[in-house]
C-alpha cells in the first residue's frame, strides 16, 4: 500500500481505504441504533396518539407554529453549513472547515435558544407535565368541542373532549422527543468544538478527513429527527380549526 | 530463554490496563467485572433458596426476599448474561479469528467498558440504598408508582450498561465486515464469529428500545407524567411491548454466543468439520431477525388481542426450527466423529441436552392454551434457567476452558476441571428440574410462602443449588490457581484448527501476529489436521491439557 505509513493511519489498519471504509460503517450502524432508540419514542407517540387523537390535535395547538417553523429553517441551514464544512475538508481548506463548522454552532445555539424560549413559555402556560401541569379544559376549541359531541350522538352531556391526563401524555411525549433531540444537538455541538479544535491542528487532509464526514451524518441524522418531530408534534390537527 | 512478550507481559503498571487498548486486555478487565456480578447476583441466589427450604421462608422478611429475587435477576440478566460471552471471549476472539489486529474501534471498545461499569455502579448504588424489589422486568404501574424509588437508579444503571453493549455491537459488526486478513472469506469464517454477528445485530437495533423505555420508566417514576399510569391515561401494557421488544431479542444475546461457542468444541473434539456449516451460519442470523418478532408471548394473558397471540405463538414454534437446525448438525457432526471428553467437551454436550430441554419447555410455553396454565409458574422459571444457565453458562464455561491457554497461557489441572464439570451438571439438574414439576402442579413465581405440599421440590432445589454453588466454587480455586501453578501451554494444545490456535502464540503478542496471516482453508479442516497429526506423532503435546 503506498499510503501504508501515512500519518494518518492508525496502527491496526492496514491502509487507509480500510479505516475509511470501517469509519464510515460505524456511523451507518451507529445511526441505526439511533433510529431504534428514537423509534421506541415515536412508538409510544403513535400508540398515544391513536388512543387520544382528540387531545393530541387539541394539546398540539399549544405549540407555536411560528418558532417551530423557525427552528425547522434553522436546522435546515444548519444542514447546509455542515455539508460545506465537509466539502471543505475534502478539498482541504482548513480555514474553511473551522468557518463553516462556526456557522453550524451558532444555528444550532439559535435553536437551542429557541427551545428555551418555547419551553419557557410551556412552564408559564402549566404546560409541563408531572411538575408542573394544570390543563383548564376550557382551552378546548369550541368547533372541535361539538363536532366531538355529536359524534357520541344526542347525549345532552357530552364528555368533555379532552381529558387533561391525555393531554398531559401529549406534553410528556413532546418534551421527551424534543429534550432527547435537544441533548443531541448540544452533544454534536461539542463535537463540533472538538473537530475545530482538530482542524487548528492541522490534524485533516484530503486523504483524511473522517471525523467532519461521520460528525455530518450525525449531524444530518439530527436534523431528519427533527424534519419527523415538526409535523408529528407542531402540524397534527391543524386542518380541524 | 528469555520471556516471550505477550499482551499480558507487555507493560504490567495498572494504569497500562486501565488505560488499554488492546481488545485481549478490555476482554479480561470484562471478564474481571462480569464474575464479580456473578458474585453478587450468585449470592442473593443463594440466600434466598436457603430461604425457599420452608413454606414460611424463615431467612429473610418478605422485602428482602423480593429485592432479592430482583437484585439476582438484574445482575445476572443485565450485568452477567448479556456481556459475558461477548464482551469476554468475543472481544478477546472476534479479531483473532478473523485474523485482524485489533477491534475497528479500540478507543471506543474501552469505552464501552468504563460505561459498563458506570452503569454497574448505579445499579450497586440503587442495592446499597435499600434494593428494588420490583423483578428484574421492571413492570409498571408496579415500578412507575408503587415500588421504592431505587427502580430510578435501577433502571438509569441499566439503561447506561445498555450504551455499552451497544458499542459492542458496532465495533464486532464493522470488524466482522472491514477487518478480515486476506483469504478469509464470508465462509471461511468460524461459526464462533457468525454467531456474533447475528448477536451484535440485535445488541444494536435491540437495545436503544430498551433505553429509552427504561428512560420513560425513570420520568414517569420522578415526575409522574401519565405514560404508563393508567389513572392519567397512560398504559402499562406498553411498557411491556416495548420492554419485551428488547427483552425478548436479548434472550438470543444471552444464547447466540453460546451457540458460536459450542459449533468450535463440537467440532474440535469429533475432529470433523461442522456438518452444514452454512445452516449452521444462517440459523444465527435467522434467529435474530425471527427473535425481534416474538415479544409478544412474554403477554399471552394480558390485553393483548388473541389474534396478536396467535401470531406471536406461530412465530415462536418457527424460531423452533433454526434453533432445532443446530442442535440436529451438531449431532450429525459428533456421528461417527472421534470424540474426546476433554473438559470443554463435558461442557458442549452438557449444553446440547440441558439446552435441548429448555428449547422443547420453551415450545410448550409458546402455545397459548398451556400458557395459561404455566404463566408465571416455577414452569417458566425451570424453562428459562436451562436456558440461560443450562444453555449460557455451560457454554462460557466450555469456551472459557477451552481458550483458557491461549489467553492466559497456563493449562489448569484436567482432572479438577472433569470434576467440577460433572459437578455443575448434577447441580444444576437438581436445582432446576424439580422445578418444572412443583410449577407444573401450580407453584407461582417469586412467591415468597407457599403451601407446604410444595416443600420437597424446594428443599430438592436448595440441595441442588448448593452442589452448583460447589462447582462454582471449585472452579474458583483451580482456575486461578493454574495462573500461577499451571504448565505453560504451547500454541495449539488441542490441536484445533483457527487462526487463534495456528497462527499465533498462547498467549498471543499485542498485535495478535507476528506475521499478518493469510487464510488459505475453510474453517474445521480437521481432516487436513488429524492427518498431519498422526504423521508428526506428538502425542506427548496434546496431552498437557
Known amino acids: 500500500m503506498s499510503n501504508s505509513h501515512s500519518p494518518h493511519l492508525h496502527h491496526h489498519f492496514h491502509s487507509l481505504e480500510q479505516q475509511r471504509q470501517a469509519s464510515s460503517l460505524g456511523m451507518w450502524v451507529f445511526i441505526a441504533q439511533e433510529i431504534m432508540f428514537f423509534g421506541g419514542l415515536f412508538c409510544g407517540y403513535v400508540v398515544y396518539r391513536n388512543m387520544y387523537p382528540e387531545a393530541f390535535a387539541v394539546a398540539s395547538h399549544q405549540l407555536s407554529i411560528g418558532w417551530g417553523g423557525f427552528n425547522t429553517v434553522v436546522l435546515i441551514f444548519s444542514s447546509l453549513t455542515v455539508a460545506l464544512a465537509v466539502r471543505s475538508a475534502q478539498l482541504g481548506k482548513k480555514n474553511q472547515i473551522i468557518g463553516w463548522l462556526v456557522a453550524t454552532i451558532l444555528l444550532g445555539v439559535i435553536f437551542l435558544g429557541v427551545k428555551c424560549i418555547e419551553y419557557s413559555a410551556k412552564w408559564e402556560h402549566h404546560l409541563v407535565p408531572g411538575i408542573h401541569f394544570?390543563?383548564?379544559?376550557?382551552?378546548?376549541?369550541?368547533?372541535?368541542?361539538?363536532?366531538?359531541?355529536?359524534?357520541?350522538?344526542?347525549?345532552?352531556?357530552?364528555?368533555?373532549?379532552?381529558?387533561?391526563?391525555?393531554?398531559?401524555?401529549?406534553?410528556?411525549?413532546?418534551?421527551?422527543?424534543?429534550?432527547?433531540?435537544?441533548?443531541?444537538?448540544?452533544?454534536?455541538?461539542?463535537?463540533?468544538?472538538?473537530?475545530?479544535?482538530?482542524?487548528?491542528?492541522d490534524r485533516f487532509a484530503p486523504e483524511y478527513y473522517a471525523p467532519v464526514e461521520l460528525f455530518g451524518l450525525y449531524w444530518h441524522f439530527v436534523d431528519v429527527i427533527w424534519i419527523f418531530l415538526f409535523p408529528l408534534l407542531y402540524l397534527i390537527g391543524r386542518h380541524v380549526t | 530463554m528469555t520471556e516471550q512478550k505477550h499482551y499480558i507481559n507487555a507493560e504490567t503498571t495498572v494504569k497500562s490496563w486501565l488505560l488499554t487498548v488492546d481488545h485481549k486486555r478490555i476482554a479480561i478487565l470484562y471478564l474481571l467485572s462480569v464474575v464479580g456480578f456473578f458474585i453478587l447476583g450468585g449470592t442473593a441466589a443463594i440466600l434466598f433458596r436457603l430461604d425457599l427450604m420452608t413454606p414460611q421462608g424463615d431467612l429473610l422478611a418478605h422485602e428482602t426476599y423480593n429485592k432479592m429475587f430482583t437484585m439476582h435477576g438484574v445482575m445476572m440478566v443485565f450485568f452477567f448474561l448479556v456481556p459475558v460471552v461477548p464482551a469476554v471471549l468475543g472481544n478477546f476472539l472476534v479479531p483473532i479469528m478473523i485474523g485482524a489486529r485489533d477491534v475497528a474501534f479500540p478507543r471506543l471498545n474501552l469505552a464501552s467498558w468504563y460505561i459498563f461499569i458506570t452503569g454497574g455502579l448505579f445499579a450497586l448504588a440503587a442495592l446499597v440504598l435499600g434494593g428494588v424489589d420490583t423483578g428484574w422486568t421492571f413492570y409498571t404501574p408496579y415500578s412507575s408508582t408503587y415500588a421504592n424509588s431505587n427502580v430510578i437508579l435501577t433502571g438509569l444503571g441499566v439503561f447506561v450498561a445498555g450504551f455499552a453493549s451497544i458499542l459492542t455491537g458496532v465495533n464486532f459488526i464493522v470488524t466482522i465486515h472491514k477487518m478480515r486478513a486476506p483469504g478469509m472469506t464470508w465462509f471461511r469464517l468460524p461459526l464462533f464469529i457468525w454467531a456474533q454477528y447475528a448477536t451484535s445485530i440485535i445488541m444494536v437495533l435491540g437495545t436503544p428500545v430498551i433505553a429509552i423505555t427504561l428512560l420513560l420508566l425513570v420520568l414517569e417514576r420522578a415526575f409522574h407524567i401519565g405514560i404508563f399510569d393508567p389513572a392519567l391515561g397512560g398504559d402499562p401494557v406498553l411498557f411491556q411491548h416495548l420492554f419485551w421488544f428488547y427483552s425478548h431479542p436479548a434472550v438470543y444475546i444471552m444464547i447466540l454466543p453460546g451457540f458460536g461457542i459450542i459449533s468450535e468444541l463440537i467440532a474440535c473434539f469429533s475432529r470433523k468439520n461442522v456438518f452444514g456449516y452454512s445452516f449452521v451460519a444462517f440459523s444465527s442470523l435467522a434467529i435474530a431477525i425471527i427473535g425481534f418478532f416474538v415479544w409478544g408471548h412474554h403477554m399471552f394473558i394480558t390485553s393483548q388481542s388473541i389474534y396478536a397471540g396467535l401470531i406471536f405463538s406461530i412465530l415462536s414454534f418457527i424460531i423452533a426450527v433454526p434453533t432445532a437446525v443446530k442442535i440436529f448438525n451438531w449431532t450429525a457432526t459428533l456421528y461417527k466423529g472421534s470424540v474426546e471428553f476433554r473438559t470443554p467437551m463435558i461442557y458442549a454436550l452438557g449444553f446440547i441436552g440441558l439446552f435441548l430441554v429448555g428449547g422443547l419447555t420453551g415450545l410448550f410455553l409458546s402455545s397459548m392454551g398451556l400458557d395459561v396454565?404455566?404463566?408465571?409458574?416455577?414452569?417458566?422459571?425451570?424453562?428459562?434457567?436451562?436456558?440461560?444457565?443450562?444453555?449460557?453458562?455451560?457454554?462460557?464455561?466450555?469456551?472459557?476452558?477451552?481458550w483458557w491457554p491461549k489467553m492466559f497461557g497456563r493449562t489448569y489441572n484436567q482432572g479438577c476441571a472433569v470434576f467440577t464439570a460433572i459437578v455443575i451438571f448434577i447441580g444444576f439438574n437438581l436445582t432446576f428440574f424439580p422445578q418444572f414439576i412443583v410449577g407444573y402442579l401450580g407453584m407461582p413465581r417469586r412467591y415468597h410462602v407457599y403451601p407446604e405440599e410444595f416443600q420437597i421440590f424446594h428443599i430438592l432445589s436448595t440441595g441442588g443449588a448448593s452442589v452448583l454453588g460447589f462447582g462454582y466454587l471449585l472452579m474458583f480455586c483451580y482456575l486461578p490457581y493454574s495462573l500461577i501453578k499451571g504448565k505453560k501451554a504451547t500454541a495449539n494444545p488441542w490441536p484445533a484448527t483457527g487462526l487463534e490456535w495456528e497462527q499465533t502464540t498462547s498467549p498471543p503478542p499485542t498485535l495478535n501476529f507476528i506475521h499478518d496471516p493469510v487464510v488459505t482453508e475453510e474453517a474445521y479442516a480437521y481432516a487436513k489436521k488429524n492427518e498431519e497429526f498422526y504423521r508428526q506423532a506428538i502425542p506427548a503435546e496434546s496431552k498437557d491439557v
Open chain 1, 134 to 201: 394544570n390543563y383548564e379544559p376550557h382551552y378546548t376549541d369550541d368547533a372541535l368541542h361539538e363536532s366531538t359531541g355529536s359524534e357520541h350522538g344526542t347525549d345532552h352531556h357530552p364528555a368533555p373532549a379532552v381529558y387533561p391526563g391525555h393531554v398531559q401524555i401529549f406534553f410528556a411525549f413532546y418534551f421527551a422527543m424534543t429534550g432527547m433531540h435537544a441533548l443531541h444537538m448540544i452533544i454534536g455541538i461539542g463535537l463540533m468544538i472538538w473537530i475545530i479544535w482538530l482542524a487548528t491542528k
Open chain 2, 373 to 402: 396454565h404455566l404463566h408465571d409458574t416455577y414452569f417458566v422459571v425451570a424453562h428459562f434457567h436451562y436456558v440461560m444457565v443450562g444453555g449460557m453458562v455451560m457454554a462460557f464455561l466450555g469456551g472459557l476452558h477451552f
